[in-house]
């Protein structure tokens, strides 16, 4: 097989893929291949699973099927690598199902993708081992350029067990970057064009990178010269610790926008999870979270259908979303993974009945974004410019509260921050009008 021209990296599931597909694409690139925009024209397709739900990991392998089969105009078939939780869970099944797959990568062994790649010219490569020595000690230098707004992932794993979730077993243990290095590609960010660092983990509020706390790194990243504006996900409730919270009053660059998942809001169900949190102690952190910042917008992620959940405890569930008022929220059917503890639990639902209980979640849900975006009409906020839009000299940003708005403005350009009034809202978008251009 000769060596790939071009690839084509496909990211599925979260954030900390989107990181991570950068940093494949940044090697490849280095590797003298060139990327492009879509799968078809590409020698090399890299699919950068996600195994959180069976639906997502059921997608790899009709993409590597319908790759395989397909040809480039020169009449050679694509290479395929699989990278991502789906490689490090199911290896040796993507072997089995999917014997055309050229590589096999996890995602704490990928930095080896070159390598693997001229392995694979003679006979497929596989690596799902979690190395004690971290990736990121051995990746090259982050690439310095970026856009507006950048993932910067500073923790990995979870040791956290929730009884559903797959991530203790396809992301390991909580490892914290250390917090050298995390600033020191924060500024590098920051020099290539970044307004907005988004730090991402698992549990990115249980960092601790060499004896750096997860509030101190915040302040220290938020001081660095020309960075607007910081963000962080994803968090546990029971990482929330009192000097974190009080970061959201002190630190103006912090955005007022918090993703904290409950996932149920029944007390007896989050100790079948594991949650290591009652509905009443995530209610009490919203509270001292609203104390510091009074006008934090919340977002969550919740399990309808949990083995075990009655309509009483789903009912709960419904009230909790009332209670806390979000600006956003993902809901999602429980679905059983092999190899966690709930898989093995008695009271597995009926899939119509988490359908119907998922709709009616739904629903409120879409209510309450819809009446978060109508409450903030009116006000004027600054939007950071991300996108073109549709309409000519319209552009897309985003709010401090994550909401995408969209504005005429033909004189600005993306990566600008500006002041703009919020003039009508519908469930997903507002539209605004600009006031001025934003000292930088
Ligand atoms: N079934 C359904 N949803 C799940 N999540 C994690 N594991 C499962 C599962 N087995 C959801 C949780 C988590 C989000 C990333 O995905 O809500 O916060
Ligand atoms: Fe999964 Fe729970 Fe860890 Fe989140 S905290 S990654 S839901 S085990």
């Given amino acids: 097989m000769t060596k790939p021209q071009t690839y084509f990296v496909k990211t599925f ?21 060139r990327a492009v925009d879509n799968s078809d024209d590409a020698d090399l397709v890299v699919l950068n699973t996600c195994h959180i739900r069976e639906k997502a990991a059921e997608k790899v392998y009709s993409d590597i099927g319908r790759l395989k089969a397909s040809k480039r105009p020169s009449g050679v078939k694509p290479m395929v690598a699989v990278a991502g939780c789906v490689a490090q869970a199911e290896g040796e ?55 507006p707004s950048a993932f910067l992932t500073v923790q990995e794993g979870c ?15 909580e490892v914290s970057r250390p917090a050298e290095d995390v600033i020191a590609e924060a500024r590098m960010l920051v020099e290539g064009g970044a307004r907005e660092l988004t730090l991402l983990g698992q549990n990115v509020n249980a960092f601790n990178g060499s004896g750096v706390g997860f509030a101190q790194l915040i302040r220290e990243i938020a001081a660095i010269e020309g960075l607007a504006r910081l963000r962080y996900t994803t968090s546990h409730p029971r990482d929330m610790d009192d000097d974190l919270i009080a970061v959201h009053a002190e630190v103006p660059e ?90 093995g639990m008695d009271g597995h639902l009926d899939e119509e009945v988490k359908s119907e209980r998922l709709a009616r979640l739904q629903a409120l849900i879409v209510e309450q974004a819809f ?66 251009k934003a000292a930088a």
């Fill in 13 to 33: 599931g979260c954030q900390m893929n989107v990181y991570d597909s950068e940093r494949m694409s940044e090697l490849l690139t280095a590797e003298g291949m």
């Fill in 93 to 147: 099944e993507i072997v089995r199902r999917a014997p055309a797959v050229d590589v096999v990568v996890g995602p704490q062994a990928y930095h080896r993708l070159p390598e693997m790649l001229a392995q694979a010219a003679e006979a497929r490569a596989v690596d799902t081992d979690m190395p004690l020595e971290s990736k990121f000690a051995v990746l090259p230098r982050r690439a310095k350029q970026s856009g």
């Fill in 159 to 173: 040791d956290k067990f929730c009884t559903f979730c797959v991530v203790p077993y396809t992301r390991g243990a």
């Fill in 254 to 343: 912090l955005m007022p926008y918090l993703h904290l998942p409950v996932q149920s809001g029944s007390s007896r169900i989050l100790k079948r999870m594991n949650r290591a949190h009652t509905a009443e102690s995530y209610l009490a952190t919203i509270e001292k979270l609203r104390a510091a910042r009074p006008d934090i917008a919340l977002s969550g992620d919740f399990i309808v259908g949990f083995p075990g959940e009655t309509e009483a405890d789903f009912e709960d569930t419904l009230s909790i979303v009332r209670a806390v008022g979000y600006a956003q929220a993902y809901s999602f059917k429980y679905s059983s993974r092999p190899g966690t503890p709930a898989a």
């Fill in 371 to 436: 009446a978060f975006n109508r409450a903030t009409v009116g006000r004027r906020v600054e939007v950071l410019m991300e996108r073109q839009g549709k309409k000519p000299g319209q552009l897309i940003g985003k709010s401090p509260y994550l909401q995408s708005v969209h504005v005429m403005a033909p004189g600005l350009a993306i990566g600008d921050l500006v002041e703009v009034e919020l003039l009508s809202a519908g469930p997903n978008s507002l539209e605004g009008a600009l006031i001025q």
